[in-house]
């Protein structure tokens, strides 16, 4: 990581996921990409073998994010072969998804036009198809990430020859023969958390990510799914927060330790992937403790 840069003025966030986390010396390059790029402070990179995917966490100015983030999508489908690649998160892309947040002074209006005019070089300048999600999507079904990357890249190569509902927003119709299609989105900070079972029931996992999910009328603003992690022999839980004002990953952890419970499993442990916010750690401190009024007033570094 490099030396930590001062940024002034507006500032926005971007949490791109490359389809790669066993190759270090791939990884770096991608990193550098970012981090080589003025007014860009690299915040984090987790990368995970059996996922073989790679979060980086990055803000900086509104331009040199667009700049930082066009430069990481060409290194990563210059570096990574999707018809080489495999790992248990799904994914359409090399460069799979770059979301785009709004931090300091911006609003999700800058976002949005700044994920389309991405998305638009990313097409234009680095040859890969990209689809818009979130509030910055074109059409209505495909504001939910999910919906986009459902088929994952072997069957959505096929898909985009042969029914025109699956056209790329920008670019194509076919996707790159290597690097897939990139899908860049506006949304809101999320928290993605993963809870791993002392386990090897994958349909266990499943059925748990099935019970806890919002679209299963489990915890409203929760994505969930059950995968097989053959590097530390067991299953996970992997979750994002998409309302993170509201569910907590103590609330998470809380119900999926139940959900296993139920099943004779024990939690072995959990992660966070990248960064949360301030809230969410407010939030999980008042849930663990169930303090009746708990709020960011009540820790002292922040009232400073």
């Keep these: 990581m490099s030396v930590k840069k001062q940024l002034k003025g507006k500032i926005v966030e971007c949490v791109p996921n490359f389809s790669e986390g066993r190759r270090k010396e791939v990884i770096e390059a991608i990193v550098n990409e970012i981090d080589s790029v003025q007014k860009i402070r690299v915040l984090d990179v987790h990368s995970d073998e059996d996922h073989n995917r790679s979060v980086v966490t990055f803000l900086g100015n509104p331009s040199a994010v667009v700049e930082a983030a066009l430069g990481a999508v060409r290194a990563a489908s210059r570096l990574i072969d999707l018809t080489h690649h495999e790992g248990v998160h799904p994914r359409i892309g090399a460069a799979d ?3 785009i947040i709004p931090i300091r002074d911006t609003t999700m209006e800058d976002c949005v036009n700044l994920a389309r005019d991405l998305a638009r070089k990313i097409s234009s300048e680095v040859g890969v198809p990209t689809y818009l999600y979130g509030f910055a999507a074109l059409r209505e079904d495909r504001k939910n990430l999910e919906k986009v990357r459902r088929t994952g890249f072997e069957e ?15 670019g194509g119709p076919s996707l790159h023969s290597t690097a897939g299609a990139t899908v860049v989105g506006a949304r809101y900070p999320l928290v993605a958390f993963n809870v791993n079972l002392d386990s090897d029931d994958l349909i266990a996992a ?3 990510a099935e019970a806890i999910r919002e679209k ?3 915890l ?10 053959n590097k530390l022999s067991c299953v ?11 569910v907590s990953p103590y609330t998470i952890f809380d119900r999926i330790q139940a959900e296993a419970r139920k099943r004779g499993i024990k939690v072995r442990n959990s992660e966070l992937i990248g960064l949360m916010p301030l809230s969410s750690v407010v939030n999980l401190a008042g849930n663990a403790m169930h303090l009746e009024t708990f709020s960011k007033e009540k820790i002292i570094e922040l009232n400073i």
């Design 220 to 229: 409203v603003g929760l994505k969930a799914l059950g995968l097989r992690l």
């Design 216 to 218: 299963n009328s489990g």
């Design 97 to 99: 998804v770059v979301p």
């Design 156 to 170: 959505m190569r096929k898909l985009v020859l042969e029914d025109a509902t699956y056209y790329p927003d920008f």
């Design 206 to 208: 499943k059925e748990i």
């Design 236 to 246: 996970q839980v992997s979750t994002n927060i998409t309302r993170t004002d509201i």
